[in-house]
């Protein structure tokens, strides 16, 4: 459903600002196509994959006739006693630096997460003035909460595939050449390869230490993505036996990693290595214009912009995604609205820069936790 309210701060022009809950919007994300460097975190085709833990979506449209300029994907999770929280990933989207658009479409935000019961609201802005600033106005403070990536590596694909493998490390190419000889194929997936994905992804989760989703959440995302050629999914063979995977996801003009899995065997024949590359090229051969290697650290990509050394802790979690070359990028850090006038007042004298993200964490974790418990 669709509401229509009418922008009272921009008399001299017709705009609209429409609220919809619908998760399949090809008109929104038809938008999305327009504006360089979007998140797919942005696309409708997210906000059906998230539909599979649970997040429902409202999405703050502003259009000047019938174009869209602007808007805003908020998810929302509910938690216990009807609350909820939302948070809206790398948005507003702007068609152009409005500081007008960017305060219609905040202040939105802001009135339907109110309506639906919304208690803390995270709003992980783009590089924009205008949103930062529309932020600001509308009560939002800064918080060290990441919703999304804040830093990345992105490898511009505009030069010649040559060009490309000449920036990445001189060792990391030996090594995806090794392994190439040595018999490390990798083949792109399919749907019906979503369990050998998981189980290499699970691996690797518990090798590190952290939780996998269910296995359903995968496959939703791979059913919401690749109808619309908005996934790819690439596997690491030797001589038959899956060893790695990369699961993408491309949208507007770049491709983005979002999860890989490795079995941990035959490292030595460097199959993360030949896998990121096979990415690499099927990116480049599709016509994007950006490989995002997927979030960075946000210490490590701030000490290489300041030109200063890692500590090896730092290092070490770093170099296997600036070994392939690429720009360093920091996105703006997230800012939150608490919608409830009484906490808000709490929050900005107390603990601004603890207090929500506690919060919010715990809320996330409570999530997960409920609804590993109702599967098992």
């Known amino acids: 459903m669709t ?17 919809s809950h619908q998760l399949d919007d090809p008109e929104w994300d038809a938008f999305l196509t327009t504006i360089p460097g979007v998140s797919y975190a942005q696309t409708s085709l997210w906000a059906q994959a998230k539909d599979a833990l649970g997040y429902r979506v409202a999405r703050v449209i502003l259009r000047r ?3 869209i300029v602007g808007g805003a994907q908020m998810l929302i999770r509910q938690f216990a006693f009807g609350q909820a929280f939302g948070y809206v990933p790398l948005a507003p989207v702007l068609r152009r630096d409005h500081p007008g658009w960017a305060k219609q479409i905040v202040e939105e935000l802001c009135r339907v997460a109110r309506t639906e019961d919304v208690q803390f609201l995270a709003v992980q802005p783009p590089g924009s003035g205008a949103v930062l600033g529309a932020l600001g106005d509308c009560g939002f403070r800064p918080s060290s909460l990441e919703l999304a990536p804040t830093a990345t590596c992105l490898i511009d694909l505009s030069d010649n595939l040559d060009d490309i493998f000449s920036q990445i490390q001189t060792k990391t190419r030996r090594n995806i050449r ?12 399919a749907e019906q390869d979503i369990p050998v994905f998981y189980r290499l992804h699970a691996e690797t989760a518990r090798r590190q230490g952290f939780s ?14 690749a109808p619309a050629r908005c996934a790819a999914l690439f596997i690491a063979e030797f001589e038959g036996d899956p060893l790695a995977t990369l699961f993408v996801i491309a949208f507007g003009d770049k491709v983005t990693d979002w999860k890989a899995g490795w079995s941990g065997a035959h490292g030595s024949c460097h ?16 016509g994007f214009h950006f490989y995002d290697i997927g979030g960075m650290r946000r210490d490590a990509v701030l000490m290489i912009l300041r030109g200063e050394t890692m500590p090896r802790s730092v290092a070490a979690s770093a170099h296997f995604k600036l070994q392939f070359g690429g720009e360093p990028v920091l996105f703006p850090q997230a800012s939150i609205y608490v919608c409830n006038s009484s906490l808000r007042w709490a929050y900005r004298k107390f603990a601004p820069e603890v207090a929500a993200p506690v919060a919010l964490n715990t809320l996330i974790n409570w999530c997960r936790r409920r609804q590993h418990k109702n599967r098992s």
């Open 212 to 225: 996998a989703y269910p296995e359903d959440y995968y496959f939703s995302t791979w059913q919401a993505f």
């Open 178 to 189: 090794f392994g190439e000889r040595n018999g490390i194929a990798v083949r792109e997936g």
């Open 271 to 286: 199959p993360n290595e030949v896998t990121r590359w096979a990415a690499i090229k099927w990116a480049k051969s599709h």
């Open 3 to 19: 509401t229509l309210v009418r922008a009272p701060s921009l008399p001299t022009v017709q705009f609209d600002i429409a609220v």
């Open 65 to 67: 006739g019938k174009r």
